[in-house]
């Protein structure tokens, strides 16, 4: 939706690629549409010949990944070229790089950027181990080199723990991914998620959009994001500014992407990973900056300079978003898929133009699938300063009419109101104002 | 279409072979990649401690400390012609690595060949096979047109052996041809001599466009000795040939340096004064990216047994980037697959065989084994490396090929023929060429499929490599064909000459089976180097970057104008 929108505005035909299941999406009237294939994901959206074919036949000259399934799949990006179709997104062998652990960091350690402390690659054995966590201090966690999902890690607290740590994680990683080796790093336990985002063109100019805080999650699922980040030191954070420039430079990237550093208690950024497309949040750097990044990224992919120097991009205020979910938060977040019997996202106030802002491909009558993931909106607001923003927010949230499906309005309600927010006070992974209902009721502890 | 459409090929491993059999297989090669690295290692200790402590206590560095300062630090190196005389006994001496070590390495981000003489074995002096092994590093530096570097630390000739690599074709001086073949190519070659030099040792250096003098070295067509022998003169060896004489009164050498160390660093300095490669610009904006399915699996994907079969496309899929490959001319001989991949973003060409059993185009419905070369399958691979000449493309080939197929139908198609072709074919090509005998290399099979009397510029064998004119079994089914009925079972009933001819056969088998051990083929420089399967991929990395390092030196055509596209629209069809 917001791709076609930003195709329409350069004046190019977007043919949409959807499952059966989204053949009569909202999104897709008036539009040219190929049917991918069946609903499942793996025969359509995540069937990389299929989505290829598609475009091929469809006589596309340039295939945008969207933000999930397959935008970061360096496979399908290098088939897509093969094909003489051009990737909107960076070039194959850079996404390549920057999702392996070690390349990746060893980059942005070399252009400056703050890196966790741990190993110099991969372990040799647990007495590596040991001593490399010994050097960096503990807590420590074990990680799989070809690992991802939280699976074949393990924490050691102290140096007792490390060789039963050790011995688990790879026999973890061994049968997960089919290889045992593990790297090391300091477990920096309370810390905030902190993002930057950038964009380059293919010849070297790169930009930075500002600093995003992700702090408020669930189960790694971002729900609430803001920009500019407000507990980041003014210097740490133009320090990190300027090496994330360098690092995008250097390792050759072209397009939108953005580096994902955790603050730490001691205030220092530190790298974690590179995501090497748009995100959804993305929104909330375009509104702040006031650019449309979906349109730079298709003028990049035609081969356009940036039209924007970092002189000329100038933030303004402070922006909230929202992801709304079809999930009821009251049930542990539980999807709550349905048809939306009424929808009325909130009216921008009269004078606040291009305050409010809201994406969506929802509307009366929509029905929330369960093949994909449960988002139905993100609402944006922008306020003068962080406060501001957060009043006006609770203001849009109360104003967001949802009706037929649960959705997690009360959820941002809750932690927008509370003093924990409002002060800035959590780290990340931590709900504040949020609490959880009980999640087992009595009898059901008891079972297995 | 002037694409080249790859596609993605491979599955995840658990997908085709199951969790048991896979560490099956991964150990019982294990056991055999234990042999290789503790062989390796016995190599890589020369004669031992002592040895390496005389080195050092002259202030100087063994051969391979030299090669691991040399190198950029964090890169590999890939040694070749490790195991060459490997089991020999010279009296009561051994030649571990023939005396030399001979490595691609990386410097100054360049890939070079290293020839490094072994001080700790003889004080680097020269065994029969040693100049066979330093011009077969010479030729492989000269067909990928990589710089050369050697560090001499030679004593000479091995005196007791010297008939044995002194008179022939490629006797000890002929090292010194090809040092002056590769300075006629433009080969760079760079020489630091860090000891002894003396009489054949002392002409390797002076061919080259730079050498460097450590203070302990010298180079003389005569030593002390000698000249004490033949002049009655007390003198030593620096005095005659030291830096104070070649660096100034004859010009023989250029610089002087104090020692190993500052030697070292002046060889990566004049290493990076050649032109940067061209790895990076051939790459046509991609980069390299490992293939999606991890190479390391190759390990427990192909059985031990020979007999047992396993999925070629499952092979190639973790030696290309990304798991992504062009199949050219799939419906044609389909016991052989060919086509092209990247190999560290950079394209190379492949050629397979397929195991186990295919159509028979021959008899409808009927399937015959793969692993062996018909009609189609000879056109095909001889039509696919043809291509790939015009087209500066290098070739891969990966053998597991039990020969060609035998028989009446076999001859009056006139398989004779198609070898013949694909042998010319093979004969003059210049484009690069590698073989890997991941398997099976039998009889002409291994000649067809570029084996080394075919000049593959390296030749890989792996821990379970059998190269043969035929197996044991089948060399002693012929043997005794005249005693053996229609099921290959003994005739006779006569107890006293049936387990004659048992033991007979079984001795036959048995002598068989010992030569084609792959370290009696590298023992006698049959085969250049032994790897694992998992260390064929980064192989594979080194030589194709090698291949593709340099400008002009070679055809390298874009993809535009590949002829590999007309073979593709002639056997396809246009699309």
């Given at each position: 939706?917001?791709?076609?929108?930003?195709?329409?505005?350069?004046?190019?035909?977007?043919?949409?690629?959807?499952?059966?299941?989204?053949?009569?999406?909202?999104?897709?009237?008036?539009?040219?549409?190929?049917?991918?294939?069946?609903?499942?994901?793996?025969?359509?959206?995540?069937?990389?010949?299929?989505?290829?074919?598609?475009?091929?036949?469809?006589?596309?000259?340039?295939?945008?990944?969207?933000?999930?399934?397959?935008?970061e799949d360096p496979v399908f990006a290098s088939l897509v070229e093969a094909h003489g179709v051009t990737f909107v997104g960076p070039p194959a062998h850079v996404m390549a790089a920057m999702g392996k652990k070690t390349p990746a960091k060893r980059a942005m350690a070399a252009a400056g950027l703050g890196v966790i402390e741990g190993s110099e690659g991969v372990l040799a054995d647990a007495e590596q181990a040991a001593e490399v966590a010994a050097s960096v201090g503990f807590p420590i966690l074990l990680k799989a080199e070809s690992g991802g999902g939280g699976r074949g890690m393990r924490i050691a607290r102290s140096l007792g723990d490390v060789h039963a740590a050790y011995g688990e994680a790879q026999a973890e990683s061994a049968a997960c991914f089919g290889d045992s080796r593990l790297y090391l790093e300091r477990l920096l336990e309370r810390g905030r998620h902190v993002e930057v985002q950038l964009l380059a063109d293919r010849y070297g100019n790169v930009v930075h959009l500002g600093a995003r805080d992700c702090s408020v999650q669930r189960n790694h699922q971002k729900l609430i994001e803001e920009s500019p980040a407000p507990t980041v030191e003014p210097a740490e954070m133009a320090r990190t500014f300027e090496a994330a420039v360098r690092a995008t430079r250097d390792i050759g990237y072209v397009g939108a992407g953005t580096m994902e550093f955790l603050l730490a208690e001691d205030g220092r950024l530190r790298f974690m990973e590179m995501n090497t497309r748009l995100q959804v949040e993305h929104g909330v750097s375009e509104m702040l900056m006031d650019v449309d990044l979906v349109t730079a990224q298709l003028r990049i992919a035609a081969g356009a300079r940036l039209?924007?120097?970092?002189?000329?991009?100038?933030?303004?205020?402070?922006?909230?978003?929202?992801?709304?979910?079809?999930?009821?938060?009251?049930?542990?977040?539980?999807p709550t898929p349905g048809k939306v019997t009424r929808f009325g996202p909130p009216l921008t106030p009269e004078g606040a133009r291009g305050d409010i802002r809201v994406d969506t491909h929802a509307e009366p009558g929509y029905v929330v699938g369960p093949h994909y993931d449960s988002l139905l909106a993100k609402l944006l607001v922008r306020g003068a300063d962080r406060e501001d923003a957060r009043k006006k927010m609770i203001e849009a949230l109360d104003a967001f009419v949802i009706e037929g499906v649960s959705t997690t309005i009360p959820f941002h309600r809750a932690v927008l109101s509370s003093e924990a927010f409002s002060r800035g006070e959590y780290f990340a992974g931590e709900l504040p104002g949020f609490t959880a209902p009980s999640e087992t009721v009595a009898g059901e502890a008891t079972s297995p | 279409m002037t694409h080249v459409p790859l596609n993605s090929i491979g599955r995840l491993r658990s997908a085709f072979l199951d969790d048991a059999l896979y560490e099956e297989q991964r150990a019982e090669l294990g056991a055999l990649e234990a042999r290789l690295e503790e062989r390796r290692a016995e190599v890589q200790a020369g004669w031992g401690e002592k040895y390496v402590e005389r080195v050092h206590d002259k202030g100087k560095l063994t051969a391979r400390e030299r090669v691991e300062q040399l190198k950029d630090p964090g890169t590999r190196v890939f040694e070749v012609g490790t195991f060459v005389n490997y089991g020999r006994q010279f009296g009561k001496l051994r030649s571990p690595g023939a005396g030399v070590v001979t490595a691609f390495a990386q410097v100054e981000g360049r890939h070079v060949m290293v020839i490094a003489n072994d001080n700790t074995v003889a004080s680097g002096a020269w065994w029969p096979m040693t100049p066979?092994?330093?011009?077969?590093?010479?030729?492989?530096?000269?067909?990928?047109?990589?710089?050369?570097?050697?560090?001499?630390?030679?004593?000479?000739?091995?005196?007791?052996?010297?008939?044995?690599?002194?008179?022939?074709?490629?006797?000890?001086?002929?090292?010194?041809?090809?040092?002056?073949?590769?300075?006629?190519?433009?080969?760079?070659?760079?020489?630091?001599?860090?000891?002894?030099?003396?009489?054949?040792?002392?002409?390797?250096p002076i061919i080259s466009d730079r050498v460097y003098m450590t203070e302990q070295a010298y180079m003389v067509i005569a030593g002390a000795a000698l000249i004490k022998g033949a002049k009655s003169q007390k003198i030593t060896s620096l005095d005659i040939g030291g830096p104070e004489v070649h660096v100034h009164a004859s010009g023989c050498a250029d610089i002087r340096v104090p020692d190993d160390e500052t030697l070292l660093a002046c060889i990566r300095a004049e290493v990076a004064r050649l032109p940067s490669t061209a790895i990076d610009y051939y790459r046509g904006g991609?980069?390299?990216?490992?293939?999606?399915?991890?190479?390391?699996?190759?390990?427990?994907?192909?059985?031990?047994?020979?007999?047992?079969?396993?999925?070629?496309?499952?092979?190639?899929?973790?030696?290309?980037?990304?798991?992504?490959?062009?199949?050219?001319?799939?419906?044609?001989?389909?016991e052989m697959i060919c086509g092209i991949g990247r190999v560290s973003g950079l394209f190379t060409a492949f050629v397979i065989n397929r195991q186990g059993l295919v159509d028979d185009p021959e008899h409808a419905k009927r399937r015959r084994p793969a692993g062996i070369l018909y009609r189609g399958g000879i056109a095909k691979i001889?039509?696919?490396?043809?291509?790939?000449?015009?087209?500066?493309?290098?070739?891969?080939?990966?053998?597991?090929?039990?020969?060609?197929?035998?028989?009446?139908?076999?001859?009056?198609?006139?398989?004779?023929?198609?070898?013949?072709?694909?042998?010319?074919?093979?004969?003059?090509?210049?484009?690069?060429?590698?073989?890997?005998?991941l398997r099976k290399a039998s009889g002409a099979g291994y000649y067809a499929m570029a084996g080394l009397p075919y000049d593959p510029i390296v030749q890989l064998s792996t821990p379970i490599s059998r190269l043969s004119v035929m197996e044991g079994r089948t060399l002693a089914i012929a043997t005794y064909n005249t005693k053996l009925d229609d099921d290959f079972e003994i005739v006779t009933k006569?107890?006293?000459?049936?387990?004659?001819?048992?033991?007979?056969?079984?001795?036959?088998?048995?002598?068989?089976?010992?030569?084609?051990?792959?370290?009696?083929?590298?023992?006698?420089?049959?085969?250049?180097?032994?790897?694992?399967?998992?260390?064929?991929?980064?192989?594979?990395?080194?030589?194709?970057?090698?291949?593709?390092?340099?400008?002009?030196?070679?055809?390298?055509?874009?993809?535009?104008?590949?002829?590999?596209?007309?073979?593709?629209?002639?056997?396809e069809g246009l699309e």
């Open positions: 939706m917001r791709i076609a929108q930003a195709a329409d505005a350069l004046g190019i035909t977007p043919v949409f690629g959807v499952s059966e299941a989204d053949r009569d999406a909202p999104y897709t009237r008036g539009r040219e549409v190929v049917v991918l294939g069946k609903a499942r994901a793996t025969e359509s959206y995540l069937n990389r010949e299929r989505v290829v074919q598609a475009a091929v036949q469809s006589g596309c000259t340039a295939l945008h990944p969207g933000w999930g399934f397959l935008a039209e924007l120097s970092q002189e000329q991009l100038k933030p303004r205020g402070h922006v909230i978003e929202c992801r709304i979910n079809a999930e009821d938060p009251a049930r542990g977040f539980a | 066979e092994k330093i011009q077969r590093a010479q030729h492989m530096a000269l067909e990928l047109k990589v710089p050369v570097v050697y560090l001499v630390d030679c004593s000479g000739l091995f005196l007791p052996e010297q008939s044995r690599s002194f008179g022939g074709a490629r006797g000890a001086g002929h090292i010194f041809k090809m040092n002056s073949l590769l300075s006629q190519a433009g080969v760079p070659q760079i020489a630091g001599v860090l000891g002894d030099c003396i009489a054949g040792g002392g002409y390797m991609t980069g390299p990216m490992d293939p999606a399915q991890p190479a390391r699996e190759l390990a427990g994907i192909i059985p031990s047994d020979a007999r047992q079969v396993y999925e070629a496309e499952e092979v190639l899929a973790r030696l290309v980037d990304q798991g992504l490959f062009w199949e050219v001319m799939p419906d044609i001989g389909r001889s039509a696919f490396s043809r291509a790939c000449e015009s087209d500066g493309i290098p070739l891969v080939w990966l053998q597991d090929i039990a020969g060609f197929d035998i028989g009446a139908e076999a001859e009056r198609h006139g398989l004779l023929a198609y070898g013949s072709n694909l042998i010319y074919t093979n004969s003059e090509k210049k484009s690069p060429v590698f073989t890997i005998l006569d107890p006293e000459e049936r387990a004659a001819i048992e033991q007979g056969m079984r001795e036959v088998e048995q002598r068989i089976e010992a030569d084609m051990d792959p370290y009696v083929a590298a023992s006698r420089l049959d085969t250049d180097e032994i790897v694992r399967l998992d260390e064929v991929r980064p192989w594979l990395e080194a030589l194709i970057e090698m291949s593709y390092q340099g400008i002009g030196a070679r055809r390298v055509k874009n993809p535009r104008i590949w002829s590999m596209h007309d073979l593709h629209e002639l056997t």
